[in-house]
């Protein structure tokens, strides 16, 4: 059974920082390309960072320069480096493969950015 377990998530001023974390269980990391995703109230959920099973990562445009997306396949965790946090970045933040599985979503991580 793939379990993503996604942490890290909290409450910050504009400006701050966060890192969220994904534990996996019941899949490999490295076998698969796996993104972050993101989801606000009222919209759709959306893809904010990948990382192929190479590593070259791509982000929303939005995020570019801000987040960075990186995984540690010895401890099978796929991780999300998020500086210079916006209010627009407010959501719940999930990690799936990518492209995403329905089977696999977790609770995802409530991040708030306060301005």
């Known amino acids: 059974q793939v379990q993503l377990m996604e942490s890290g998530g909290g409450l910050v001023q504009a400006g701050g920082s966060l890192r969220l974390s994904c534990k996996a269980s019941g899949i490999s990391i490295s076998s698969r390309p796996m993104g972050w995703y993101r989801q606000a109230p009222g919209l759709e959920r959306e893809l904010v960072a990948t990382?192929?099973?190479?590593?070259?990562?791509d982000y929303l445009n939005s995020v570019k320069g801000r987040f960075t997306i990186s995984r540690d396949n010895a401890k099978n965790t796929v991780y999300l480096q998020m500086n210079s946090l916006k209010p627009e970045d407010t959501a719940v933040y999930y990690c799936n493969i990518n492209p995403s599985y329905d089977p696999y979503w977790g609770q995802g991580t409530q991040v708030t950015v306060s301005s």
């Open positions: 990382i192929t099973r190479g590593g070259s990562s």
